[in-house]
Each structure stands twice: as structure tokens, then as C-alpha cells.
């Protein structure tokens, strides 16, 4: 058997139907370009049938995405397999996924049939499909809830009919880990010529259980599972992509089995999709949230900046998240807030970091958090007085039928050096005069604003973090007019780089 996972990704069909969550066809193609990148096996591109809109996303993401297979989704209904052959003209590697339930709900409920008519249409949807692509994959609808054994006549019918790919949907999220584990390795043991096709799971998140029933269903036989990124979908969503990857790359040397993703991109992934989307991410989603690799507990901070692994299964940066995020709380210790003040820049002594800690603990308890402007008010200015590139002086012209121009003075140890630069926008603008100056090769990662006060005259908080030589610093500022607290929180960024020979 296969040690290998294929990734079968539907969040542009089945994600794609949480309310408010549908995308335009453009918006379809960027995040289909990125599934792609992330190396996603098959990419499940829509429902032809159910709309134009549909219809059109199948054709033309079949034309932007060069390798990963492209399926489109059909019920047991002939017209509809016309439309979806029709949808994937334009595919590289194109595969039809048609199907009809199978349980006693839908058989007697949903359609008003009987078990041997519904095998009987199985056979004839498969079949059909093949007529137009060789790749046919099958799903039996609420698989979870059908009896094993007429469940092994329906898959083993329609292998013989000629589908490559069955898919077995825990349609409803009802089965426990250890029953779907049971009905995979049934049909393993129990379906003739179960050995020409791939088992495939679909698991639905309905009692919590979606990635453990897709993880039971890998290890019994199946070698490829249809997820989605960050988990979205029907009702309580769908297995996650970054689960079920980050599992198998966790726990490799116990199970053996690996896919082709690339998992540095998954975070990245995950933010398009959220933004697309507009779905936020739950801070405590595994792998993916906010919090995923956050810690603010003082012996959790403590164990982790002593050996990540204290703490961390996984490295952040396997992920593409940059580092671990200590976060400062009144639970934080002394450790936490040392790395802090020296990611700010700041060296203390043993006696002046007590002080400060004493400080810290005040605050922190009138604070849900501390931030790194508040942490330096701590300190003092003093060591921000000292900075070897100051702002001397910076002039911003800007206006609606006007090109953003800025012209920044910046003095180098008390040296002055002045540079004019256009941009996007005022900011931009500003930003591209001091790296005239700098001469450094620096990226900006993140930019945040905030306001301290309130009312028109705010004072503008901008955090900022920088990557340089592939090394993270971070930077703030704060002033009333908000590009001079941009450049001030860049310039205080930069003053953190080694200096140059």
C-alpha cells in the first residue's frame, strides 16, 4: 500500500457554501492558484451545474492551475455530468466526482428508493461519467450512517463500473473515530478489486471529530482526503487541510505516511482564504490561529525560550509563521520580559530589569496585554535618545489628483542626509526616501496602527516589523500625524540592525 496522502482540497466547492462566503471567479482563481502552490493534489473547483457562476469558476480555474487535477462535482444525474464534462474542457488532468446517498435516510427519505435502484443508478452515473474522462471518482452520500456491508456492494459495483477514486463521506460528522477507521478497513478487507481504485475520505466536523475520523480513516487504507483550508464548510465545516498535513508531518515516524504539500506556505494559504472569504480564523484553531503559537503563561514562556520543543510540537516556521509569540500578560515572568526588552533593543542590568518587572506587573494588571510602546514608556526614552539615525526632518505632499511625494533628512551620527522619493501613498512614499538613505535591504512584514486617545487629534500607534537577512526586528512610533509615527517606527526598527561595515 501507498505511503503516500493525496490531497484532495473542496474549499472552493464545499467551503464555498458557509452563508456569506461565496467568491467571484477571479477571487476563485487567486485562491486556486494558491492551493496549487501549497501542493495540493486535486482541487475540487465547483458544482457545474448549479449556476453559471459555477460553471464559469470550473472553466476557466481550469485553465490557470497548470498541474493539480481538476473535479468537478455532479449528482447521479446524467445532465448534470454533460455539464461538468463540458466545464472541464479546458483541464490539464480533469476528473467528474458523481454520486448519490447511500444510507437508509436518503435511500427511503431523500430519494423515495430502494437499496437495489440506487446501485443500480451508481453503476449507470459511473459508467456515463467515463464516457468523458477517464478519472471518475464516486461518492456514496452519508457513508458514516450506511451499513457496512451494502455499503461494500455499492463500492465494489461501481469499481467495476470504472471509477479510479471512492469516496466514502462521513456526510453528517456522525461516526466516532474508531467506526470510521472500522468501515475503511472494511472495505479493505471486504470489497473485490478494492486494490484498483483509492479510497478517499470526507469527513464533516459536526461533533468535533472530522480530522480524528479522517486520521482513523489513513491509517485503515485510505490514501487521499478531501479537506479544506482552515477547516470552512457545510454547517460546522469540513477536515482541515493543516490538521490533517501537520499530523502526518508531526507523527511521521510512527505512521509512515506523508503528502506532497508544501507546508511552508500553509499560513499564507490560510490568511487568503480568511480574507476571501471574510471568515475570520478562531484564535485557538489548531496550527493556523492566532494563538496557535502564542504563550503567555510564565513557565510555558520560560520552558519555550530555553528549548522550543518544551512547549512546541511543531516549529512555527515548518508552517510559514516566523517565530513563537511571547506574549506579555500579568501571568508573564521575568523571562518574557527580558526577550521582549531585547528584541526592543534594550539591555538591562539585573537590578534595572527587577525594577522594571515591579513596573510590569502593575501594569499588566490594569492591561489585558502589554504592548512593545508600552514596555519602552517602561524603560524610559532614554535609550531611544541615543539612536545612531534619527528622523532631522521629513515633509509629505499628498493629495487626491496629487502623486504622494516625501522628503525625508535623516541624520547618521551627526551626519545629515536628505533623500525625495514618489510612492502609492504618502507612507510608501516616505518609507522609499529612507531606504534611499539606508542602503539596506529590508522588507516590511507587518504594519499595524492603532490610536492611544481618541477624537480627531489621536496620537497614532504604529507597530512595525522588518525582516532583514532573514532575521525579524521590531519597531514603533507614536505621534499625532501618523506617516511621521510610520517612520519613526521603521527608523526604530532599523537602528536595531547590525550596523554595516
Given at each position: 500500500m501507498s505511503d503516500r496522502l493525496f490531497i484532495f482540497d473542496t474549499t472552493l466547492r464545499d467551503g464555498e457554501q458557509v452563508p456569506g462566503?461565496?467568491?467571484?471567479?477571479?477571487?476563485?482563481?487567486?485562491?486556486?492558484?494558491?492551493?496549487?502552490?501549497?501542493?495540493?493534489?486535486?482541487i475540487e473547483a465547483g458544482f457545474p451545474i448549479s449556476s453559471p457562476g459555477d460553471f464559469e469558476s470550473v472553466v476557466e480555474i481550469s485553465k490557470a492551475v497548470s498541474w493539480p487535477t481538476i473535479c468537478a462535482l455532479t449528482r447521479a444525474v446524467q445532465k448534470d455530468i454533460d455539464v461538468a464534462a463540458e466545464s472541464l474542457k479546458y483541464a490539464k488532468k480533469g476528473r467528474i466526482h458523481t454520486g448519490i446517498g447511500t444510507s437508509f435516510w436518503h435511500i427511503h427519505h431523500k430519494l423515495n428508493s430502494n437499496p437495489e435502484a440506487i446501485i443500480e443508478r451508481a453503476i449507470e452515473a459511473v459508467k456515463y461519467a467515463k464516457k468523458y474522462v477517464e478519472d471518475v471518482e464516486f461518492y456514496a452520500e452519508d457513508a458514516g450512517r450506511t451499513e457496512n456491508e451494502y455499503l461494500a456492494r455499492v463500492i465494489e459495483a461501481v469499481i467495476k463500473a470504472g471509477a479510479t477514486v471512492v469516496n466514502i463521506p462521513d456526510t453528517t460528522g456522525y461516526t466516532m473515530p474508531h467506526e470510521y477507521g472500522e468501515k475503511i478497513k472494511y472495505l479493505v478487507d471486504n470489497v473485490k478489486g478494492i486494490h484498483k481504485a483509492t479510497i478517499s475520505t470526507h469527513c464533516h466536523n459536526d461533533l468535533g471529530m472530522a480530522t480524528a475520523n479522517t486520521i482513523a480513516g489513513v491509517i485503515n487504507g485510505a490514501r487521499q482526503a478531501e479537506?479544506?483550508?482552515?477547516?470552512?464548510?457545510?454547517?460546522?465545516?469540513?477536515?482541515?487541510?493543516?490538521?490533517?498535513?501537520?499530523?502526518?508531518?508531526?507523527?511521521?515516524?510512527?505512521?509512515?505516511?506523508?503528502?506532497?504539500?508544501?507546508?511552508?506556505?500553509?499560513?499564507?494559504?490560510?490568511?487568503?482564504?480568511?480574507?476571501?472569504?471574510?471568515?475570520?480564523?478562531?484564535?485557538?484553531?489548531?496550527?493556523?490561529?492566532?494563538?496557535?503559537?502564542?504563550?503567555?503563561?510564565?513557565?510555558?514562556?520560560?520552558?519555550?525560550?530555553?528549548?522550543?520543543?518544551?512547549?512546541?510540537?511543531?516549529?512555527?516556521?515548518?508552517?510559514?509563521?516566523?517565530?513563537?509569540?511571547?506574549?506579555?500578560?500579568?501571568?508573564?515572568?521575568?523571562?518574557?520580559?527580558?526577550?521582549?526588552?531585547?528584541?526592543?533593543?534594550?539591555?538591562?542590568?539585573?537590578?534595572?530589569?527587577?525594577?522594571?518587572?515591579?513596573?510590569?506587573?502593575?501594569?499588566?494588571?490594569?492591561?489585558?496585554?502589554?504592548?512593545?510602546?508600552?514596555?519602552?514608556?517602561?524603560?524610559?526614552?532614554?535609550?531611544?535618545?541615543?539612536?545612531?539615525?534619527?528622523?532631522?526632518?521629513?515633509?509629505?505632499?499628498?493629495?487626491?489628483?496629487?502623486?504622494?511625494?516625501?522628503?525625508?533628512?535623516?541624520?547618521?551620527?551627526?551626519?545629515?542626509?536628505?533623500?525625495t522619493s514618489a510612492g502609492n501613498g504618502p507612507v510608501d512614499a516616505a518609507i522609499k526616501a529612507v531606504k534611499q538613505i539606508i542602503h539596506r535591504q529590508v522588507t516590511i512584514e507587518e504594519f499595524l496602527v492603532q490610536a492611544i486617545t481618541r477624537g480627531s487629534d489621536d496620537i497614532g500607534k504604529v507597530h512595525m516589523q522588518i525582516d532583514y537577512n532573514s532575521t525579524i526586528y521590531h519597531g514603533f512610533g507614536a505621534n499625532t500625524d501618523i506617516i511621521t509615527a510610520s517612520v519613526e517606527a521603521f527608523l526604530d526598527a532599523v537602528n536595531k540592525l547590525p550596523v554595516a561595515e
Open positions: 462566503c461565496q467568491l467571484n471567479t477571479v477571487e476563485k482563481i487567486e485562491v486556486a492558484k494558491a492551493l496549487q502552490e501549497l501542493g495540493v493534489d486535486v479537506v479544506t483550508i482552515n477547516g470552512i464548510g457545510e454547517r460546522a465545516g469540513n477536515t482541515s487541510l493543516e490538521e490533517v498535513v501537520m499530523i502526518l508531518k508531526s507523527r511521521y515516524a510512527v505512521l509512515g505516511i506523508d503528502t506532497g504539500i508544501n507546508t511552508k506556505n500553509i499560513y499564507r494559504t490560510s490568511r487568503l482564504v480568511s480574507t476571501l472569504m471574510n471568515m475570520p480564523v478562531q484564535p485557538n484553531k489548531a496550527v493556523v490561529g492566532r494563538n496557535a503559537f502564542a504563550h503567555s503563561s510564565g513557565i510555558h514562556q520560560d520552558g519555550v525560550l530555553k528549548n522550543r520543543e518544551n512547549y512546541e510540537i511543531m516549529d512555527p516556521n515548518d508552517v510559514g509563521i516566523n517565530e513563537s509569540a511571547i506574549l506579555l500578560t500579568a501571568r508573564s515572568g521575568r523571562a518574557a520580559l527580558k526577550h521582549r526588552l531585547e528584541l526592543l533593543g534594550f539591555e538591562l542590568t539585573k537590578e534595572k530589569l527587577d525594577q522594571v518587572y515591579e513596573e510590569f506587573l502593575k501594569l499588566a494588571d490594569k492591561k489585558k496585554d502589554i504592548r512593545d510602546d508600552d514596555v519602552a514608556l517602561l524603560v524610559g526614552d532614554a535609550t531611544r535618545q541615543e539612536r545612531r539615525i534619527k528622523l532631522d526632518y521629513l515633509q509629505v505632499v499628498t493629495g487626491k489628483s496629487l502623486k504622494p511625494m516625501a522628503s525625508v533628512r535623516l541624520d547618521i551620527a551627526g551626519e545629515k542626509f536628505d533623500a
